[in-house]
């Protein structure tokens, strides 16, 4: 079944990301709402405000993903960097543990991919969340998206990095560049936040087959670990998680030095176990209006997250 999902399914279902007809169709469904409810903490910051409170209380970490990506109008990345700085307000409300609180941002929505200028709109959104949510006592990680991306998302973090060296980046483990990424932010001391991959890429850049990224995955987290920087283990594959803890005994980190992420929605017991075992645990909740896209990759994910739509499809 994991073979035919893999060579398949998970192709045909990423694609579908990228379609206007079939997201206007999907968004009319009463199912797809149903299971949108399972990923997506809600439309409004107020349902994101309310996800942070319930994650504090149960011991884990946040990171909130205002979602959005691939704007192509200035107004539109403008009101991303509007969205995040009244959500920032709303989070410095919180008396969290210091760096429990964490904002993730997606350069093609503030406008990396706007015809004219769109780097430096995107790199200067980027300063201004950062500036704000460093005022704030909150973390920012820059969000992975297609492989296209990642030389100019890199050289924005890299440059912010200089004036918040604490800003996180993700590096997709499924790309064959991504050791050689590994080695140069983990020598830097970065937050990175490592993750098989979610998009749809060609085999010359990236790995096609479950097994060659998984084998990447552990490379890559070696290389973390072992490094300078702080490892955020963002999967939910009970391999890579034991995998993570063997690392870091192997490589004696304290517990405070690397972090587990999930998924809003995707094993929350495991979450909470974790946890519970003392280990650092950062929950990734999504919210807004935007969540198509970001729908479609979890179905891609994994055979269990489609079987959950296929479900909820018939019971309906």
């Given at each position: 079944m994991s073979a035919l999902f893999d060579s398949v399914l998970r192709p045909v279902i990423t694609r579908a990301a990228g379609s206007q007809r079939i997201?206007?169709?999907?968004?009319?469904?009463?199912?797809?709402?149903?299971v949108v409810d399972r990923f997506v903490a809600g439309e409004s910051e107020s349902d994101a405000l309310a996800a942070i409170a319930d994650a504090l209380d149960s011991g884990l970490s946040v990171t909130i993903d205002h979602l959005g990506e691939d704007t192509t109008?200035?107004?539109?990345?403008?009101?991303?960097?509007?969205?995040?700085?009244?959500?920032?307000?709303?989070?410095?409300?919180?008396?969290?543990?210091?760096g429990a609180l964490e904002v993730s941002l997606k350069l093609t929505a503030l406008g990396q991919c706007l015809p004219r200028h769109g780097r430096k709109i995107a790199e200067e959104n980027a300063h201004t969340i950062c500036g704000a949510a460093?005022?704030?006592?909150?973390?920012?990680?820059?969000?992975?998206?297609?492989?296209?991306?990642?030389?100019?998302?890199?050289?924005?973090?890299?440059?912010?990095?200089?004036?918040?060296?604490?800003l996180g980046t993700v590096l997709q483990a499924y790309l064959r560049r991504t050791e050689d990424d590994c080695r140069e932010f983990a020598a830097s001391g970065a937050r990175i936040r490592l993750c098989k991959g979610a998009y749809s890429e060609p085999a010359s850049v990236a790995y096609p087959e479950r097994s060659l990224i998984d084998e990447a995955y552990l490379r890559c987290l070696r290389i973390l670990m072992k490094g300078n920087g702080h490892p955020m283990v963002a999967s939910h594959d009970p391999t890579m998680i034991e995998a993570a803890g063997l690392m870091a005994i192997e490589f004696g980190r304290e517990p405070h030095s690397w972090e587990h992420q999930m998924l809003y929605?995707?094993?929350?017991?495991?979450?909470?176990?974790?946890?519970?075992?003392g280990h650092a645990v950062r929950v990734y909740i999504p919210y807004g209006q935007e969540w198509y896209g970001y729908f479609v990759r979890r179905l891609a994910e994994k055979p269990a997250n489609l079987g959950?739509?296929?479900?909820?499809?018939?019971?309906?």
């Amino acid at each position: 079944m994991s073979a035919l999902f893999d060579s398949v399914l998970r192709p045909v279902i990423t694609r579908a990301a990228g379609s206007q007809r079939i997201k206007q169709t999907s968004q009319r469904l009463p199912v797809t709402e149903r299971v949108v409810d399972r990923f997506v903490a809600g439309e409004s910051e107020s349902d994101a405000l309310a996800a942070i409170a319930d994650a504090l209380d149960s011991g884990l970490s946040v990171t909130i993903d205002h979602l959005g990506e691939d704007t192509t109008v200035e107004t539109q990345a403008s009101a991303t960097v509007a969205a995040y700085l009244s959500l920032l307000q709303g989070m410095s409300q919180f008396e969290a543990p210091p760096g429990a609180l964490e904002v993730s941002l997606k350069l093609t929505a503030l406008g990396q991919c706007l015809p004219r200028h769109g780097r430096k709109i995107a790199e200067e959104n980027a300063h201004t969340i950062c500036g704000a949510a460093a005022a704030a006592g909150v973390l920012v990680t820059v969000d992975a998206e297609d492989h296209g991306t990642v030389d100019e998302r890199l050289d924005i973090v890299r440059t912010l990095r200089g004036e918040y060296p604490e800003l996180g980046t993700v590096l997709q483990a499924y790309l064959r560049r991504t050791e050689d990424d590994c080695r140069e932010f983990a020598a830097s001391g970065a937050r990175i936040r490592l993750c098989k991959g979610a998009y749809s890429e060609p085999a010359s850049v990236a790995y096609p087959e479950r097994s060659l990224i998984d084998e990447a995955y552990l490379r890559c987290l070696r290389i973390l670990m072992k490094g300078n920087g702080h490892p955020m283990v963002a999967s939910h594959d009970p391999t890579m998680i034991e995998a993570a803890g063997l690392m870091a005994i192997e490589f004696g980190r304290e517990p405070h030095s690397w972090e587990h992420q999930m998924l809003y929605g995707i094993r929350a017991d495991e979450q909470q176990r974790l946890a519970t075992a003392g280990h650092a645990v950062r929950v990734y909740i999504p919210y807004g209006q935007e969540w198509y896209g970001y729908f479609v990759r979890r179905l891609a994910e994994k055979p269990a997250n489609l079987g959950f739509f296929l479900r909820a499809l018939v019971s309906g």
